[in-house]
């Protein structure tokens, strides 16, 4: 089993020298890119599951074990839907084994055919469920300060065809409900909303889960509440609600009849416990995470050229991504340059969602070409870091160390990154050692010096 990187709170200074390479960089060599040691010595992970309540879970197995009821509604299973509705001040929760089972079935339980619109700028997976129930997605652009589904835009896309809009709470941001239920209402159509990123988040100080006809969820081992795997459907609407308990139980209703075309969704009641487990501590995770952005704005915000993004903090949010912005004329590297120096440092961030639903193969053609100028924007500079119970200050500190290293020695990098063969596109594929200069700004003397602003 892989030892845990860093402990929730302060590392002590064994774990310190076990997780972070102390060998300082000072040349172009010293980076991992050109052959110097990694600075972390196991990989950071973006989706690194926060793994709590070992003992309660062992605990609530060994229950599921005695119980006798694995899956099909048991105990387990009712207690997590009870506990997520209760939560989320939302009617009805129906469980499913994922969340992307969970948006079929929710287009499937409401009829929708024809074209939904949504937003590119999302995981594979919000358009993939429409596609699979043989439904068109309409990718529309984002908002380019929010970055979720731009309402002037997606009111443009609306077509005979069209039966339904979906948004996206991207990172936790609420899309603009308000204006989309008024599209939605004016053309009558179906409004969803796909919240995988926003479980525990506010819009108007009420939890995301009751807006719009439902609201999808996700518990994947990356999602900061996880089941293992896991998703949800959540919604005010009592009809709806019981075609989804019977669409996830291959169509048999409470009387014990198949009534329609179902198909097999169930959460089992080892990832309804998991999930109740990880529940039960969301605001510790929580408090870490929103620890984990002020210390990465401390590191970060000081550094020209890259930025990062914070939630509104007149609404509560979970704080479950660190989404970062580089603009490559004031940091001197691109997004990509920034994200394989970092990869080969073992900080594996991630670009998400890039290339955009929109450029992916399996939407390309299916549809004449779409310009979606905010979403192809945003795609060429965000860059998503480490966090979660398994990232530390320490950590974010040598992420930014990092981070001051490259904008600060940006030209010689550069230089030696076109010089270097081996590369694939942003994914670093083979190391290719070369002797490099001596760099003109050690990263100590930024150390040492730099201003350092907590807001
Ligand atoms: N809608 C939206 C907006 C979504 O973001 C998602 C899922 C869905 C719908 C569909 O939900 P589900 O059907 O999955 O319930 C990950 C997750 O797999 C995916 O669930 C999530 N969104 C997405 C944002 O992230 P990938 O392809 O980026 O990464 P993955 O799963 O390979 O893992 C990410 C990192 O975490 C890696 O560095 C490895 C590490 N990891 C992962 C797992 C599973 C661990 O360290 N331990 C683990 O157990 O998709």
Known sequence: MEAPLFHHSQPSVESRSRSVNTYPKTELRDLARWGGPPAFVNPLHVGRPNVVGREALLRRFQGVLESGWLSNDGPELRRFEEEVARRLDVRHCVATCNATIALQLVARALELSGEVIIPSLTFPATAHALAWQGITPVFADVSSDSWTIDVEHVESLISHRTTAIMGVHLFGTPCRIERLQEIANRYRLRLLFDACHAFGCTHNERYL????????????????????????????????AQRLRRLRNFGFDLDGEVHEVGLNGKMSAFAAAAGSVSLAHMEEIVSHNYSNLV????????????????????????????VAEIDPLRFGLTRDEVFLLLRCENCLARR???????????YLGASPPVSLPSTDAILDRVLILPTGLSIDSHAISVIGDLLRFMTANASFIRE????????????????????????PVPVSHYLDTMPVHLS
């Open 352 to 362: 998400y969602f890039f290339p955009g639903c929109h450029r992916l193969p399996a």
């Open 295 to 322: 210390d990465y704005q401390r590191v970060i915000g000081p550094i020209p050229g890259i930025c990062m993004r914070r939630p509104s903090l007149a609404e509560t949010n979970n704080f479950q991504y660190i």
């Open 209 to 240: 889960g009751s807006f719009g006809d439902a609201e999808v969820f996700s518990f994947h081992a990356t999602k900061f509440i996880n089941a293992g795997e896991g998703g949800a459907v959540t919604t005010n609407n009592f009809d709806l």
């Open 416 to 439: 030696a990154l076109s010089l270097t063969p081996g590369d694939a596109p942003g994914i670093p594929r083979e190391f290719v050692r070369i002797e490099g200069p001596a760099l």
